[in-house]
């Protein structure tokens, strides 16, 4: 009973094995083979235009070399507070964007508020240099709260990108996850809404270590593969990455394995409803799930073989946790089992 | 009959078993799993002493990250001039270590020469502002020649490091290459020489991607956990990386490849030597071989098929290219066949 | 009437006096004077022991080489949440940090409170390398907010800063306002409390510009002369600085100076408080006070010759001001005269 | 006898007596003043053309900021072996650009060789990621060795500039210097030549601590606002430099010390010249003079009360100093009196 994370996951069968197929023989390194060259084509079908894609080796260096592109002087990127940017990547993205600093805009359930928004960017008016300067928006989808982003959410937070000139960024590590939540295509949760640059994770959905930073917005990669080289993010067997994708994209396994992984979530989340000893935090339909359980229970489920992290309530949810209370985080992947969803749920009682 | 990298090639069958073995199952992410301190220990047991070791996945990472973990303001670093950190890294070792400075040292056969390097140590006085301040040597063993330092060539340097109270950096993206090559332990070759970080390279000799941070001297890995992590190198799924050396120290395979791809360059640099149409720059030990040939021959080498790159002669070796000759790198690998280097061999007539 | 800033003025005559004295003749550069030494050893004595002494020209500078000086890779250090280093610098000490962070820390009239600093350490826990390390405690004397930390707020915070082993900044801008409204002396309001660091600033004061970054624990300051001249802070007629200091030192110039700022707003304060129309928001000893007056006051002021910012509440004391209602920043300085405070206070009605 | 710097000299007394003239009353800050914008059109004025002028403390600011404002990840820029640049400001170049590279340039008498320049930037293709990418040139008019740069030979640069796509910026810490010893205008020097960015230096030539940046290729310094903010550059009272300027440029102030400064040197030539125990490594039009003596001689004029430098021999010269020999190098300013030159001249013999 695992749900620590996705990343305790290993690789998807058919990803172990794409891998194997291609390690015989020799192809040009450095992105250069003909493998990488097809799987960058298929990022132009997945999402339906031509895209400037750059594989790297983790979410974190996806997310910090897209700021690195788009960086400005005193810049100032804005995100949700429980943004993976900013709460768990140790700087990493100031350190690209030469100290850029990222602004923590609340709201519920891990979604920026657009209100909080608009009045965080005017706390940095145009020309102003002793305030820094407006540089990029980030949104995660789906969101560290296992929520996601309607397209009208993200067409407000988009709304006000373009207003304020600035380019909007999406931490897609739980890309997958989201579209299959909201049966979107990748164009209809991305491009169409004004979506400018994509972090897209495969690692946490069946891949071993297989992450790409897709340029929508192909005039922000001009300086890409220099910044991605210069940050030693540059694989020399680098198809040992589009040998993951290649699987990941077969037959639509990305969407097979996020639509099971959802599912399981939903089956937790079905049977905490049921109990009587826990309650959900919030709906979340990606694949992280939320309960609040008494303390007790939560030490009794561990001893019991649950693996699970409790979760610091997040400021706009403190208050739904009572004294003696705790909240969970169970995260599904692909690799979770039926068995040990139902394991758990009847060890809630 | 492809010459041109020792990173064309795929993964060793074994490295290729070893991450699908390692597949399924859960285990804890960023490194705390079995399989990581496992392979931590093998990497004790393969340096003979207590070290503490970063997984990263790309050499250039783990050059950048050791200059990162030892640098000063204004520093300066000294390597060859022919040196990869140098030559073929964007420029990442001076962006992770905050815009300092490297200085290339000349030399013949891509090994750093002592009075030069003491000479342009000696362009930097103590404490003199203006100039910046000595903060690193670093060697490449084996070199981008495909020649080795000797013990007493690294202790030479390692002396003049010591003097300087500058910390000693090898770059071993080919460190297998060099170790069999010399018949040495690693710690032969490092730490009883006065090497205090290694970046320990498995990619270019039979994994995917699997490159080492190795501190000897342990207090200048205090703060490498961070830095690591902020360069966004710290892999979630880290044990993809530990399998591969898990199966890469397994019974010494990884002596057995490094053996190979000397052996292969070994006969290459016999065939030259019996061929009256190419004659060798130099003679190095390690799996890369300098042939010197007339244009014609080179193209007509490229026409049947051979694939491997023209070199730029290096300065100390510009005088050894005739008019109308070209020099070539053919660098073998654990994949190089036998037959491809007779086929090659017979071409040169 | 001009409340504007503290450095609207320009420079006191004896400051003006000293720079024409020094201007003939030649002296060595880069700091190697005697008027240099002479200064060095004047800040000696006003701290009452053996400082590291760097002199620099703007208080950005200061703060943000005390930074570097102090600097962690994923590094997080913790400021009140109007501090001029996170308000006012437009990222400068995070690039000058290599991308460390600035946590704002709440507390009301611009200073910390030690247990919302308490809780905002306690989110970057040892060793977790997601979240980043704590890295410094940097405090504002005086503050923003023309308050001062008493001994025991500043003795409160250096507690938590050595509880955590974490090095304590103070941004001294206002150094010479904060020492006379408490009638300290420099280590009684510094190293006695635990400081390490101090932004020791001139400018505000009476100087053109001058600043020292002042090391009470000197092991702090080993790389700092190469942090200084990395920066480009490094000035070759440094002296020019040093005359400043010489004349701001000579015969307690610089207290006498503050003392005057300080008298013109506890005179402003009396007026106000002798007013129907305007009430303080808050009691400042230092040379700042933030007025509460309707806008058609506000307007009226501005249009019959005073010079001010409206002021944005912070988040602590925006319940002071009512509908219809705005804050003002009133600054004095060496210059301001009676003459124009009164005149001001006239006004108020 | 000084001729050690021109930065030994304090400031001309028409700059200290309008920074006197200056420093009562009030002013807005951070630029805003009157005085700042008129200054800012003589810059206008001086150039023949609308500039975009930054006023910074130091020449190494300037250079940084100017490197940095065109700065590219991987970038690298080419200049002078011996250039400021690259050989005494302790890599801030380096850091204010990220960790982009400086390349040094071969020439003799302190003046890149074209051809030289060329096979440098050949070293970096286009597009390819592993060596870096061309980033700026950047020459010193005056050289480090005294000389100037024709404006054939500063076109020939610029041609190569532009066939390459680099921005052309010129280190002018001694450019007053260079324009009265070509009798050239500041557009005829720059802009009509093709030189998009000039360190503009008034502190050796007469001025306490006054440098601007100036951009002729406005587009350029878009961003230059946030970056010498972000760099602790922008002084608060600002108007201090202003009013350096202010009368650095009254009536031709800055051309005659320039004159002065050259004609001492020329008058050191001369007299070496005349000397039977000195010769001149080179002719050197701007206002230094590099002699070789006998290591006996400069032993002797030093005890005799000269101050001086010995210079290490550029690479170029080294065959010009004997055995027993040494060069000097002797510096004067607008401070320099012809009584002082001649003593000098006298102890030559």
Redesign the interface.
């Given at each position: 009973m695992?749900f620590?994370?996705d990343?305790?996951?290993?690789?998807?069968?058919a990803?172990?094995?794409s891998?194997?197929a291609?390690?015989?023989?020799?192809?040009?390194?450095?992105g250069a083979s003909d493998l990488d060259r097809k799987v960058e084509k298929t990022f132009n079908e997945v999402f339906g235009q031509e895209v400037a894609v750059f594989f790297?080796?983790?979410?974190?260096?996806a997310n910090?070399?897209a700021l690195?592109a788009i960086n400005?002087?005193?810049?100032?990127s804005f995100c949700h507070r429980e943004a993976h940017v900013i709460?768990?990547?140790?700087?990493?993205p100031?350190?690209?964007?030469?100290?850029?600093?990222?602004v923590p805009v609340d709201g519920p359930e891990g979604k920026m508020d657009p209100a909080a928004l608009e009045a965080e960017i005017a706390r940095f008016p145009a020309?102003f240099?002793?305030?820094?300067?407006p540089m990029a928006i980030t949104l995660t989808q789906a969101t560290e709260a296992g929520t996601v982003y309607t397209p009208d959410e993200i067409r407000a937070i988009s709304r006000i990108a373009k207003a304020h000139g600035l380019p909007l960024h999406m931490d897609g590590a739980r890309f997958a996850n989201a579209l299959v939540a909201l049966d979107l295509t990748p164009a209809q949760m991305t491009s169409e809404l004004g979506v400018d640059i994509v972090s897209f994770g495969g690692?946490?959905n069946g891949c071993?270590?297989a992450e790409a930073l897709v340029f929508l917005n192909t005039d922000m990669a001009r300086?890409a593969?220099?910044?991605?080289?210069?940050?030693?993010?540059?694989?020399?067997?680098s198809?040992?990455i589009a040998a993951q994708f290649d699987a990941y994209f077969e037959n639509g396994l990305w969407l097979e394995t996020a639509r099971h992984a959802n599912a399981m979530s939903a089956r937790l989340q079905a049977g905490i409803g049921n109990s009587d000893n826990a309650r959900l935090a919030w709906q979340s339909p990606a694949n992280e799930t939320f309960p609040i359980v008494s303390k007790a229970l939560a030490a009794d489920l561990a001893k019991k073989g649950a693996m699970f992290y409790e979760w610091s309530a997040p400021r706009s949810a403190a208050h739904l946790v009572g004294p003696g209370e705790t909240m969970l985080r169970l995260v599904t992947s692909f690799?979770t089992t039926q068995d040990h969803v139902d394991q758990f749920v009847d060890l809630l009682g």
């Open positions: 695992i620590t994370s990343n305790w996951a290993g690789a998807h069968p990803v172990a094995a891998l194997t291609h390690s015989s023989g020799f192809a040009p390194a450095y790297v080796g983790t979410g974190t260096a910090s070399l690195s400005l002087p005193g810049g100032v709460a768990d990547e140790c700087g990493a100031e350190f690209f964007s030469h100290g850029s600093r990222l020309g240099v002793h305030a820094g300067q690692t946490k071993w270590c300086q593969p220099f910044i991605r080289k210069r940050a030693a993010h540059l694989f020399s067997k198809r040992f690799a």
